[in-house]
């Protein structure tokens, strides 16, 4: 199950990101870019050009954890009625 513990260490990518990216070139990202191991105990955050969206890239035992987020200001510029 994924917890965001308080030992887990967090590293952000200070650039934005092709959001199109998945698991793999995220990972590359976190090697080349970063310098640091995709397969360690730590979450990587990635944005987008906009800053309205987050995706989470962590790996576990069993394999990588994905997560996006769209964040709340995105949505309030939004008329769902």
């Not at 310098?35 to 730590?42: G, Q, S, V």
């Amino acid at each position: 199950m994924f917890r965001l513990d308080a030992d887990l260490k967090v590293f952000v990518h200070r650039e934005a990101i092709d959001f199109r990216k998945s698991i793999n070139g995220l990972s590359v990202l976190v090697e080349q870019s970063m310098k640091r191991d995709p397969f360690a105990r730590a979450v990587y955050a990635f944005t987008n050009r906009r800053r309205d969206r987050v995706k989470l890239l962590l790996y576990e035992r069993t394999g990588f954890w994905l997560l996006m987020n769209y964040l709340a200001s995105y949505y309030n510029s939004f008329n769902w009625m």
